[in-house]
């Protein structure tokens, strides 16, 4: 990912609002244009923060359908979602992403990974799946990834 200067910060943005109304301008070619989606608030925050920190453009929400929503208004370069969520699960989320934003990377994750859900995110499109609880580093490795196949980082 290289190194991403602080001057491409990214307001705090959680269930997709962001100050200002700005956009995912950054003059960096190299960052990516993330959204987070996790029911569980606190483990949201602490993705954003630590996407941020990393220097990408970061939006989050705990609302799945608000991610649809959310993507409609500006697009993103990789979805990072939860699998089990109430009012539509992350298998639903990410069929619908895909329908609708073919190049773009989903990134599942699941306290559930032995199970059929991470087998089905796989093979239905998923980019990769994290198990949880997973390292922060196994989320920059995947991302290092996903922004090359994205964006064509190195």
Known sequence: MGAMGAACRTPRSHDGLKAG??????AHADV??????????????????LLERLGHSVRGTTVPPRALQLL??????V???????????????????LARHPDAKVVVMTGFASG?????????????CLAKP??????VAVLR???RDAIGVS
């Open 79 to 97: 979805i990072l979602s939860d699998l089990r969520m109430p009012e539509m699960d992350g298998l639903s989320l990410m069929r619908a992403v």
């Open 134 to 139: 997973f390292k922060f580093e196994e989320v």
């Open 32 to 49: 990516l244009r993330v959204l987070v989606v996790e029911d569980d608030a606190h483990l949201l925050g602490i993705l954003v923060n």
């Open 116 to 128: 059929d859900d991470a087998a089905s995110a796989v093979r239905d499109g998923a980019y990769s």
């Open 145 to 147: 990834g996903a922004a």
């Open 21 to 26: 109304g700005e956009g995912f301008a950054c």
């Open 72 to 77: 409609e208004q500006e697009p993103a370069d």
